[in-house]
């Protein structure tokens, strides 16, 4: 499996890139989100990575970052959403965005992507809230020093510990960086301050 690709970047189209390392071009499906990342044309640059793999062709995903890709992930694991939908919508939202439209219950937010209609957006929505459900619970009951914090009860700050799980984060991953964080100012917001602090 490759799980990154570090080399030059030689092609760069609407929807894949092309990056070279070691004398081999590797074409990856990528998001606009992405490409906006991304350096010229003849430099350096270095993606992370998902294959793939089907009857008729081996492809890789690019990302510029490892939250666009546990999204992505996320995103392929639900029924009617296959890897075209998914850079779609990456390719219109940033993964925080995505993951509050989630945590809000925002179908129309998720519409704006190409291809992805009202029932598929309600679709996502409920499926993801059901996985997010799911990392709380594990979470909990695997952490033996697992303690409940006030902050994790206020709202917004509630909210943006259920958002970033969609960015593969658990509370245990991000409460201790929210202390401190004024629980008022907006979910976006209080998730920028943290994957600032955790230095994503």
Do not use: W
């Amino acid at each position: 499996m490759i799980y990154s690709l570090c080399g030059t970047l030689i092609h760069a189209e609407p929807t894949f890139v092309v990056i070279e390392c070691s004398g081999v071009g590797y074409k990856c499906l990528t998001t606009l989100n992405t490409q906006r990342l991304l350096p010229k044309i003849g430099e350096r640059c270095t993606i992370y990575t998902h294959m793939l793999v089907r009857d008729d062709a081996i492809e890789l995903c690019g990302f510029a970052g490892q939250e666009e890709l546990n999204c992505f992930k996320l995103l392929m694991s639900i029924s009617g959403v296959g890897a075209r939908l998914a850079l779609a919508l990456l390719s219109e939202l940033r993964p925080e965005q995505i993951a509050i439209a989630v945590s809000s219950g925002d179908s129309k937010t998720l519409t704006r992507a190409n291809g992805v209609g009202k029932k598929l957006a309600e679709r996502i929505i409920l499926e993801l809230k059901d996985k997010l459900k799911l990392i709380s619970t594990t979470s909990a009951s695997t952490s033996s020093d697992f303690v409940p914090t006030p902050q994790v009860t206020q709202g917004n700050i509630q909210k943006a510990v259920g958002a970033l799980a969609v960015l593969g984060y658990t509370s245990d991953d991000v409460l201790p960086f929210m202390a401190g964080i004024d629980p008022d100012l907006s979910v976006e917001e209080i998730i920028k301050l943290t994957l600032k602090k955790i230095g994503a």
